[in-house]
């Protein structure tokens, strides 16, 4: 299969004559190859989006978000289908892709309600002066995505910034540019006229080109904090606005008095799931008092986890010693390796890129497991003693995105929600992602911008507000004496 | 086709031995027959719609309208089908009957993305303390409904009412109660579980009966002003909540520096669609300073138009003979009768009940035709002098649903819809029916009860609001020592 | 002194020629009398007050609300001042006097804020055509007030009312007249412009009056039960709007793994605060399992009240006397009384009306000290074998105002939050009064109407929407030949 | 006067040894010097200020917002002294220094307003499980504010930020230091807590070192669009949130329709008012069709202006030069002057720095004074045949602050309201600046950054939303055995 960009509703080549190929993290095979853009391929998209969103723009919110009733329902039609695909392209397992798409969906009823509650105010401000305010488009956008969620990811921009009017340009990750193919596909057949929805495929150059060109009003980032800094200023040297979301450890503070079944399954879900390559996963659990009986349920949990059958693969053969070499790295320094999920393998699939989950305990906060993202399927555990110092460890990392506790009390679930200095928290649950209108967004070096990347936030990010104020003169005309 | 009740999933026959006949006011054929309810029917029903809604209740706002995205999918599937029955059963003309159906599915909408912002509030209101606001279910609802919309006025309804929680039962006006049938039908196909949509048929004792059980907690009506004062007096006295739309007389202003064709055309679309038989028609036509070539052009307007073709039958013979005494009153009172309707006949439908678009100048505001809803296709002028005279009949008469104004004027036209007393005002607009996420209601006689009948207020009526303040001891259980 | 009527701007007497004493709870000293009004005085308020209304609707809601700011200014100066009248004429103590005001205050920050949320709402729903819906006054309304609260209860409805453009009516209780002069003259000298607020004094033939007269558009009451139920259908039947707060029987529902010393605090202030004599007041505690030493603290806070000092008097003689009757009941049916509030009198005020703090433990459900609304210092206990046992007690009785549980458990809170049958629910929280933006409304019997009180409920319920529909030709005038 | 820092409550000289002096723009006269700051005194600002935001943040919304009732009273109170500093140093005249004060009063209303409507969000997103979104204060912001608005600009954003909890930086213009002092003074007396508002004066480089110190999470800019660009890039390239308001070049589209007297009056306020030094000017004047009679009116009412009477002083000499400058310029080009407001002087204040109101006529779209920013009283006539050439031209420019249109034509004042390439229109108002609780924001080049800087935006601008998501185990201790 060619991977191709989407230019004004037609699949084309990318210009470069060079060609890369796609591989398969489930069995490192070879599963498509592309051309690489070049600036040419942006201008075009550029070009025919400019023209195209002139028209959009014209059209109402009611109207534009008719594309997506019919795309949700294509969504749901084909999810097999399309889960899939994130398989093969990404590793991950069935369920887990299904999930990708299950959220798409719902984040497409988020886009369709738009017209219910993303109107304008009007209010007469003094006497006979009405002032209102509506939101108009920005123009021509542009998202650019990580290979962790080949189709979520895009999903959370894509429709709510084209159902407010605007023509937007996605470019997938290179690892994984498959389900971005089926993406621009289904948009054409619900409907979507050509030149709103654009596909770019490369890698970092193509990245920095969408950054420079003035022509593009606004850019959302997903990916590492490293590059999402380098996008943010970038792009905002170019005075686009721009929102970029990065890395993460995430915390969870495990009290002794948690419900021990529910927090263990839901932790080393939490922390295997996606191979643990997800910005939401656990990563660093806080274990306050005696929390040994539940750990060791963990550790159980853990060991009933099989990669290939409910754990999935990691990106790359490049992540996978990246990995290993964290945990290698750990237990040369002192740490306690529960669970190891070195050197694993599948059969039948031994080109893969597996990591077994991994549990590693009396972690101390100085050790890079427990200050690093590790992106994969690594729990690292350090001992406290209460709350507040389980909450100062989790207080001091850099990253903000997600901090959870497992507990029974009302006060200290209130209390460690309150205190933890992340965007997304949870209470007895391990991904807290939040679900629609709650927007996804977290704190610190996890995300650089204002607002969140989707939910309300959206509403402010992918428009701009046009505020009219009114006077006529009351008398005219009321007397008709013609 | 025998009529049935819906209960419980069921289509089963009303428990009255008496045998009723619907009637088609295209031809004056019998289409359909029913039995009507008895108080056991309407037992049956509380009991079953009561024990399901318990169950409805426990699931989400979220799970509840994915049976309104299928709904409105099959809405749009069959909408042909659809607007046929209406047509038959009613007597409008297929683009009349559409677009009820086209409203249908606008409803829809609006309740798929109640979660998005029917959400619950919360914040901390003092130190530690937290309130929250969320939105309950009232528990078992009815509505009853009048025969000029068979499908929309039903739908204004039920998609919120049930999305929000509750049980709904439908009394269909028993001259068209064929199209709640499918409504039914593809309710349950939708995945609507059974108990949560009944239809009980009947007359005024099934509108009683409703009005005095205290099972059922509120109730909408949709009617004449009083048939609505007599449901609205009889439901609080039985302690429910209660919404009563009732009639209307709407007075369209015309101003001599309107555009002339676009006011021609859109007042007589006005006062001539459904037959006249819409509680938004154009009634009276106050023609402000010399407006006599618009008029002129009304009149044209009016003579294009053919009974059978291009304009419905009124609903029944009784109907069309209450027209036909206003015009003959009129006329004997000294107006003109500019284009007359009276023995409107539709060749090969010589039974239907047919009245043509009627046009009566120089009318008086005390005349009868000036005064009263005709609910047919006649427009009765009044010739004023200035706008604030215009205005003065337009506030003096009881009800106040619609007013609109046809001007090229800024002033004229802020100033107009500033002053008119009605819920619901026109700007070169004949029939000014919001849509959604705006609400529908009328002011005056033509309401009882607070707030509209669909959009947000539809989240305060169908719901009550749980306030919950916590409060957790902020100290217990920081600091584990075991 | 001598209460009076509040007519246009000014003070004067009733017409009806007999005098009523009012006579302070606190000594049974007469403090004041009033001449009872007349439809006359009526008829004089309605007058004035609709015609002052035409203007004040005309003025926006930003300039009306500068009276509030300045109102809340003076309610903080003059809290003190305040807060002893209505110790005199209610009996409370001074700082539950002074929470009144308080609470007025926080009523008025919400009325100074509606120019902020209250305003219209805009969309283009369709191709060039802009759908915009704004809130109108309805004109006269009024609010029937009780006895125990002189003068927050007023104050839930006066601002927000009157802040939305329409003209007020105060129907003071006859018991306690005092502190509604001063609301008078306070927002006169505010500069609320005359006629926009009136008060008339009287009882129960001036209820009916002003459920009688069309041109009151809207009412609030708020009062017992039974009379609520009374004005809500004498208020439709007149075609009115109205919200009818009536009763209550409030649950606590108490774990016993709660905090013994906040539960045991909280549950006692929550049953003696202002005597018992509030609708929010803890009346009925269900302790689940061993709450034995809970039950023994209580005991003692309860013990450590004293009358006069912290905890006022009941509002009359018939009031005590009913109150002890019940504990007497109690008592011969087996319940045990742990703390007897019987034969209470005060050093030197040995003629007012006090009643101690009464605990009364070991009854069963179906003793009247567990059903009916006692409106006293009393606490009824019944022991419960668990939380579903204690919930089905609460979910069974009649009314809906209030439920708290005590607790320490994150799930027991959530789950009886979810599950009582209340408008108002509180974890470890005794008088869970929602505060502002939060309405206050309970369920069942305790409301009659649709929504809230207070909070966002009242624009709602104070206005009617204007949903106005307009379009323009978009090429009239846009090429200027001339 | 010694203009001096404010730090932690106190008023402390800067820390450089230079002295710089403050001049008055009425008459050239030195009013007030200052010690410019150096880093020292932002670090001694930022340690002191983010030690008192951690224990403000702590307090409630409702709590913070009290501060700023107080300070509204404080405003009203001395309206008149304050607004003679704003004369005193900036040079326009009292009228419009009162309205600054107007503005920074109703920028309190929105303040205080806030409790109310930016709590959080909540919802049961699927069984059992509750998402919360919340807004977390972000820590330390800064502003940095420009001479032509010295209370008003500044009122914009120190309420919005400090009652959203967080600490706030002010860096006032180096030109109008005074007005600042006394908002320091005022807040501090209102009861805000001693670090929680500060001071820093002094230039560009005191801007830079803001921009660079990381531990500012959020700055706002308002000036230049050449600085509002720097300011952004820098900011940004600090992984900051910013916000910054650039220059405008605001056009009028002048139907000949328009109401004469009222378009003639308005026109020239706009340009002529604050010297023309306000981002909402009128700068140019695209006179459709034959607009001869109304501009001559504008030249009659511009003749009636008269320096020092009702045209203040522009900031200084050099912005007197560079203002006479573009006229000498335009004249050269060909374009007529019809009024000269060259050589403009005061007599007694001969040292003031004025410009008389200048119309230029018959201008083409390439000259200086139709593409630049003059920043004065100068206003730019250029004839258009018809308004789609008039939108043209505005649609053409780089900025996009205000644009208005004078009309009585409803379709004239909709099309080119929608049409217009700016954030702010007006229909017949010549300064469209939108009241509380629409934002102030324009478009293109006129902001960078997403959202408006006062309104509803400030809420997403100054707070992070914490995302909470909690399930409790529903079966845990519903059953107490014990």
Redo the contacts between chains.
């Keep these: 299969m060619e991977i191709k960009n989407f230019i004004n509703g037609e699949f084309v080549s990318g210009r470069s004559s060079n060609i890369e190929a796609v591989i398969s993290p489930v069995d490192g095979e070879p599963i498509a190859t592309y051309h690489p853009s070049t600036i040419h391929d942006l201008e075009e998209i550029i070009a025919t989006a400019t023209e195209a969103q002139k028209k959009w723009q ?6 534009r978000v008719q594309v997506f ?1 019919k795309y ?2 294509m969504l749901e039609k084909n999810i097999n289908f399309l889960s899939d695909i994130i398989v093969r392209e990404n590793g991950k397992i069935f369920s887990e892709a299904k999930a990708e798409i299950e959220k798409a969906i719902e984040l497409c ?2 886009a ?2 738009l ?3 993303a ?9 006979g ?6 939101r108009y488009p920005i123009g021509l956008v542009a998202s650019i995505v990580p290979f962790n969620f080949p189709s979520m990811v895009p999903h959370w921009t894509i429709m709510n910034a084209i159902a407010l009017g605007n023509a937007f340009i996605l470019k997938p990750s290179e690892k994984v540019p498959v389900s971005a193919q089926y993406i621009a596909k289904y948009l054409k057949e619900a409907g979507l006229p050509d030149g709103i929805f654009s596909i770019i495929n490369g890698g970092s150059d193509v990245v920095e080109m969408i950054c420079d060109d003035p022509k593009i009003k ?1 850019v959302t980032f997903v990916g590492s904090t490293k590059i999402a ?1 380098l996008v ?2 970038r792009c ?2 170019n ?1 686009k ?2 929102l970029a979301l990065g890395g993460a450890k995430n915390h969870i503070i495990l ?3 948690a ?1 021990q079944e ?1 927090a263990a399954a839901n932790i080393v879900a939490s922390m295997s799931g996606c191979a643990g390559q997800r910005c939401m996963a656990a990563a660093t659990l806080l274990a ?3 929390c040994d009986q539940i750990i060791e349920k963990i550790v159980n949990e853990a060991k009933k986890i099989q990669c290939g059958n409910n754990l999935g693969a990691v990106i790359s053969k490049e992540a996978k010693n990246r990995i290993e070499n964290y945990i290698t790295e750990a237990e040369k320094q002192g740490a306690k390796i529960l669970s190891d999920g070195r050197n694993a393998t599948v059969t039948g699939k031994e080109q893969g890129f597996y990591v077994g989950p991994t549990i590693i305990d009396h972690a101390t906060p100085d050790m890079a497991v427990a200050r690093e993202e590790i992106f994969g399927p690594v729990l690292t555990i350090i001992r406290c ?4 110092e389980a909450l100062a460890i989790e207080n001091s990392n850099p990253y903000g995105n997600a901090c959870s506790v497992f ?9 460690v ?1 309150k205190k933890a200095s ?8 391990g991904v ?10 977290g ?1 610190n ?1 996890s995300k ?5 990347i989707t ?1 309300k ?1 959206s509403i ?2 992918w428009t ?19």
Tied chains: 1, 2, 3, 4.
């Excluded at 002066?129 to 509506?134: D, K, P, Y």
């Design positions: 014209t059209t109402t919110l009611k109207e009733y949700k329902s009823e988020f369709c309600a017209p219910q509650f109107h304008g105010e009007t209010e007469e401000v003094s006497a002066v009405q002032c209102t305010s509506e606004a800094a943010y200023k905002t040297a005075l606005q721009v009290s002794p008095d419900h529910m306050v008092g005696n003693k209460t709350i507040e507990t029974q009390s009302g006060s200290i679930a209130s209390y929600s992340a965007g997304m928290c949870g209470v007895n649950i807290p992602v939040p679900r629609e209108p709650f927007g996804f967004g704190w070096q650089f911008g204002s607002g969140d939910g936030s402010e990010f701009k507000a046009k505020k009219t104020t009114v006077k006529w003169n009351p008398e005219a005309g009321i007397n008709w004496m013609s």
